[in-house]
C-alpha cells in the first residue's frame, strides 16, 4: 500500500525494475509478450492506469478514470496487445482497443454499466479472448461478448493520424454466486466455461457455461 509496482525475477533477490507513484496500486497484469516485446499495465485506487515498456523501462501511455481501478487484464497475454479490460469501483468496466493509438485522444474505448456495484473482477476465456466474465460486489457473475466492427479505425479529418472504432459489448449471460462481493475468478484452460470463483462469504464456486460459441 505503498504506491511502488516491482518486477521481480525469481532468480534474484533484488526487483529488476521498481516504480512508485501516488495512491495504492489495485492491480496489474503483463501483455503484449510476443517477440521481444514485454507490457505491464497497473491500476490504482485513485483511477490512475499506466502502461510501461519493460524493455525501455518507460511509461508508454497513462489515462485516469474518475473511479478506483479494481482489476485489468489484456484479453491475451502472449499476442500483440489487441483489448485491454478494466474494472472500476461504482458498477462500471471500459474495454479498450489497442491496435491503433492516437497521439491525442490515446486508444479508443467503451464503457459498460453493470452489477449495480462496485466490479472487482474482469477474467477472458483463455480460449476467446472475445468472451469475458465480470463479478461484482453483490455477489453477481455476468458473461460478455464483443464484436469487432467492420473496420477498426478511422482516419481523422483534421489530421493524418488514426483513431480505433469500437465494437459492440453483449451480455449474454449472468447469475449469482454469493451474497457477497466475489473477489476472484479464473478460467480453466483445458475446459472451456469451467471456472473457480471465491468471495467474502469464504465459499469457493464452481462455475460452468455451456454453449460459448453459439
Known amino acids: 500500500m505503498d504506491g511502488k509496482i516491482q518486477v521481480w525475477d525469481p532468480r534474484t533477490k533484488e526487483p529488476v525494475t521498481s516504480w512508485s507513484f ?6 496489474v497484469a503483463f501483455g503484449n509478450s510476443h517477440g521481444d516485446e514485454r507490457t505491464l499495465c497497473a491500476g490504482f485506487d485513485n483511477g490512475d492506469l499506466y ?14 478514470f474518475d473511479k478506483g481501478i479494481c482489476c485489468i487484464e489484456f484479453d491475451r497475454k502472449d499476442i500483440e496487445m489487441n483489448k485491454l479490460g478494466v474494472s472500476l469501483l461504482k458498477s462500471e468496466f471500459q474495454i479498450f482497443d ?8 490515446g486508444y479508443s474505448f467503451l464503457s459498460t ?17 472475445d ?3 465480470t463479478t461484482g460486489g453483490d455477489g453477481s457473475f455476468n458473461l460478455w461478448k464483443y464484436s469487432y466492427p467492420k473496420d477498426r479505425r478511422k482516419k481523422e479529418e483534421d489530421s493524418e493520424e488514426f483513431s480505433g472504432v469500437m465494437g459492440e459489448v453483449r451480455k449474454i449471460a449472468s447469475g449469482s454466486l454469493s451474497s457477497q462481493p466475489v473477489l476472484s475468478l479464473d478460467w480453466n484452460k483445458d475446459m472451456e466455461g469451467l471456472g473457480c470463483a471465491v468471495s ?15
Not at 456495484?117 to 477474467?123: K, P, V
Open 22 to 27: 501516488k495512491g495504492d496500486c489495485w492491480s
Open 51 to 64: 502502461m510501461f515498456d519493460l524493455r525501455k523501462n518507460s511509461i508508454m501511455w497513462t489515462h485516469h
Open 98 to 105: 489497442l491496435r491503433t493509438f492516437n497521439t491525442t485522444k
Open 113 to 129: 454499466t453493470a452489477h449495480d456495484s462496485t466490479i472487482w473482477t474482469i477474467r477472458h476465456l483463455p480460449q476467446n479472448r
Open 131 to 133: 468472451i469475458w466474465s
Open 200 to 214: 467474502l462469504d469464504q465459499i469457493i464456486s464452481l462455475v460452468y457455461v455451456s454453449d460459448l460459441n453459439a
